[in-house]
């Protein structure tokens, strides 16, 4: 949920097509509420097509504390199904949670055509790659993926670790005194480019001890959470499954303030089987619940 510079948007099949550059994929069965002062997108949610059957309330106060996060704004919303009747009511639902004054424009699409619920035009034909936005995308380097699975890969992708190789870096680690340790750790999770390998294994060893986690905690920020969220990631990898919880955990908070928005929900889902009282996971589900913006973290 992070403020996105300004974006040229021309059309309602710009505004459709908008939600692919914030989440770097193609929402399908999806309902996706943005809001924006002018042409700066402040928050964005994107939240199941079924969402009002199966999780009201918690998605409504997530919708609502972000929003009151930020003030005035106005509210867009964008409903993505196969089924167009199950996203106009998914479309409907989400606005009369926001309050249907504040809604600038709803709009429903198959992926093919798109209709809207503010003034009951269309159907429109509608293709995401041909848009302002995709283009914008594009000329910016941004990956768009084609479905959350794929996007999120990085997050969740696991290779368990030779046996041998973990007891190798344990050893090493157990060598060090706890400077040397606190050094190593700062120069693998802040490496340029992202660690590899033997490194991505040692960060995530390293990353069992508590005071350790704390010191990523105490370091990471809006302005270097991209250097922590590869490294991190690179861990996640080939973390030893007893240190999964807390590398998965930190990943979390480093897609957050890199405004990773799936990312961070993915590593929040896995944090559920892994560890549900880690505390780093819980401070970060707390904070995704809430709606809080990655910059509140910097002014902390």
């Known amino acids: 949920m992070t403020a996105i510079p300004v974006l040229r948007s021309n059309s309602r099949a710009d505004l459709l097509a908008l939600p692919s550059y914030l989440f770097t994929f193609h929402p399908t069965e999806s309902v996706v509420v943005i809001a924006m002062k002018g042409n700066v997108v402040n928050f964005s949610a994107r939240l199941d097509a079924d969402w009002f059957l199966t999780h009201f309330d918690q998605a409504a106060d997530q919708v609502l504390n972000a929003a009151a996060n930020i003030g005035e704004c106005d509210f867009f919303i964008l409903g993505y199904s196969q089924d167009p009747e199950l996203a106009s009511i998914s479309v409907t639902e989400a606005a009369d949670i926001v309050g249907r004054s504040r809604v600038a424009e709803a709009l429903v699409t198959d992926g093919t055509r798109y ?127 007893l240190m999964e919880p807390t590398v998965v955990a930190l990943l979390g908070v480093a897609s957050w303030l890199a405004g990773r928005g799936a990312q961070a929900t993915a590593c929040i889902e896995q944090m559920a089987s892994l560890d549900p009282r880690h505390p780093i996971g819980a401070m970060l589900a707390d904070v995704h619940q809430k709606g809080i913006p990655p910059q509140k973290w910097d002014e902390d």
């Open 115 to 241: 209709w809207s619920l503010i003034d009951g035009e269309g159907p429109f034909p509608f293709d995401p790659d041909c848009s302002t936005i995709t283009a914008q995308a594009v000329y910016s380097g941004v990956n768009i993926s084609a479905s959350r699975e794929e996007a999120i890969a990085p997050v969740t992708e696991w290779e368990p670790p030779d046996p041998t190789d973990v007891a190798a870096v344990m050893d090493r680690l157990t060598s060090l005194a706890p400077e040397e340790s606190l050094d190593l750790l700062r120069s693998l999770a802040e490496a340029e480019p992202a660690v590899t390998g033997r490194d991505a294994l040692t960060l995530a060893c390293l990353l069992q001890d508590e005071d350790h986690a704390g010191a990523i905690i105490a370091r990471i920020n809006t302005s270097n959470a991209e250097c922590f969220w590869g490294n991190l990631a690179a861990a996640r990898r080939v973390a030893p499954h």
